[in-house]
T-cell receptor, first 112, second 113 residues
């Protein structure tokens, strides 16, 4: 069964600290993996996208990694800001059906 | 100002009533999607359309209906047959390229009273 699991479910950090969010997937065949940021009550916004051959992708203070062998991805946030408070969703596309499989998200709260 | 819009932002419905959620995009995307988001769950696909006048059921289509008469518009009707309609509804659109990146609207929160 195609699944995407994220951990932790929620995370609280202080402003200025770094954090890493995890994503494990069992989707096959694999096409690409995206990380989305979703502010409360808003639609998700894409942060990064990685294909099978890419193992790291950065977008400002956000750096995503992908290990296609172990089927794991991480999203590292550097020098967190209050505006980073949001849910972060890992999404894997299955190439066979071009279908998106969504993780349940990690809820990040950044406090001053 | 290109993008994807949804209206209304908040919607209240009495049990037994049908209600229609609007989704419009000016990105010239061929494909459009409707998702439902519930607390603690990943987004679930309700319906999708890859071209005008054609649409397909997603994973949880029961109790919902859609139409795609124009490229820009993909309205979703939540019917009285949907037993648990209270949720956050997200519309998305994408091109038909292999990357299949989907751009999301701001969402509509539907509450059944």
């Amino acid at each position: 069964k195609n699944q995407v699991e994220q951990s932790p479910q929620s995370l609280i950090i202080l402003e200025g600290k770094n954090c890493t969010l995890q994503c494990n997937y069992t989707v096959s065949p694999f096409s690409n993996l995206r990380w989305y940021k979703q502010d409360t009550g808003r639609g998700p916004v894409s942060l990064t996208i990685m294909t099978f051959s890419e193992n790291t992708k950065s977008n400002g203070r956000y750096t995503a990694t992908l290990d296609a062998d172990t089927k794991q991805s991480s999203l590292h946030i550097t020098a967190s800001q209050l505006s980073d408070s949001a849910s972060y969703i890992c999404v894997v596309t299955s190439d066979s059906a071009r279908k998106l499989i969504f993780g349940t998200g990690t809820r990040l709260q950044v406090f001053p | 100002d290109g993008g994807i819009t949804q209206s209304p932002k908040y919607l209240f419905r009495k049990e037994g009533q049908n209600v229609t959620l609007s989704c419009e995009q000016n990105l010239n995307h061929d494909a459009m999607y409707w998702y439902r988001q519930d607390p603690g769950q990943g987004l679930r696909l309700i319906y999708y359309s890859q071209i005008v006048n054609d649409f397909q059921k997603g994973d949880i289509a029961e109790g919902y209906s859609v139409s795609r008469e124009k490229k820009e518009s993909f309205p979703l009707t939540v019917t009285s047959a949907q037993k648990n309609p209270t949720a956050f509804y997200l519309c998305a659109s994408s091109t038909q390229t292999s990357s299949n990146e989907q751009f999301f609207g701001p969402g509509t929160r539907l509450t059944v009273l």
